[in-house]
């Protein structure tokens, strides 16, 4: 089976860009996860979805980010606009049973805001 | 929140030495994950171990749920096995996905 698929695998912008990011869970998982990594905070939970359904975006910085998941093998996360302090890496993951299941990571989006 | 501590949080070895790795948490869990962050980023799963022990060739994990810790096993380290090895765990509310701040682990031939 293919894993969690995520695009662009790198983004370089300008700040003030509207940067979107794109994810594939896999097959068959009905949850799926926006995680932030940066040096200084580790791995952020940003969002996450049960049944293509936002249950928690408690994470989510600020207004400037949004996240979607139109139906069960799509989600976007979109920055706009975008600012230095965003740079960082972004990955998805999803899961069978929420976060009592076993979560299974893409290979993450370098994100790098000029 | 429940915490979750990693140690040691820096380790070098050399090839063919043993290593073991632990996880504490502050509170009753129902999912512990065991990651490897490879140094080109990639996040690889390595057990899904709630409690118990699971083997994997060169690795192992122990989970001791009732006193809240879990060990992960690497014999006979290769160069490959270098990153940053994270613990992850599930609260019981099941609302939430804590990561420990990580093992970086650094092996050399």
């Known amino acids: 089976d293919a894993g969690v698929i995520q695009s662009p695998r790198h983004e370089v912008t300008e700040m003030g860009q509207e940067v979107t990011l794109r994810c594939k869970p896999i097959?068959?998982?009905?949850?799926l996860f926006w995680y932030r990594q940066t040096m200084m905070r580790g791995l952020e939970l940003l969002i996450y979805?049960?049944?293509?359904?936002?249950?928690?975006d408690s994470g989510m910085p600020e207004d400037r980010f949004s996240a979607k998941m139109p139906n069960a093998s799509f989600s976007t996360l979109k920055i706009q606009p975008s600012e230095p302090r965003d740079s960082a890496v972004y990955f998805c993951?999803?899961?069978?049973?929420?976060?009592?299941?076993?979560?299974?990571f893409g290979e993450g989006s370098r994100l790098t805001v000029l | 929140g429940i915490q979750v501590e990693q140690s040691p949080p820096d380790l070098i070895l050399q090839e063919g030495a043993n290593s073991t790795l632990r996880c504490n948490f502050s509170?009753?869990?129902?999912?512990l994950q065991w990651f490897h962050q490879n140094p080109w980023g990639q996040l690889i799963n390595l057990f899904y171990?709630?409690?118990g022990t699971k083997q994997n060739g060169r690795l192992s994990a122990t989970t001791v749920a009732t006193e809240r810790y879990s060990l992960l096993y690497i014999s006979s380290s290769q160069t490959t096995d270098s990153g940053v090895y994270f613990c992850?765990?599930?609260?019981?509310?099941?609302?939430?996905?804590?990561f420990g701040k990580g093992t970086t682990l650094s092996v050399s031939s």
């Open positions: 979805f049960n049944n293509n359904v936002p249950i928690d």
């Open positions: 171990i709630p409690s």
């Open positions: 509170d009753s869990v129902n999912n």
């Open positions: 097959s068959g998982h009905n949850s």
């Open positions: 992850a765990v599930t609260n019981q509310a099941g609302t939430a996905l804590i």
């Open positions: 993951a999803s899961s069978r049973l929420d976060f009592a299941g076993e979560l299974f």
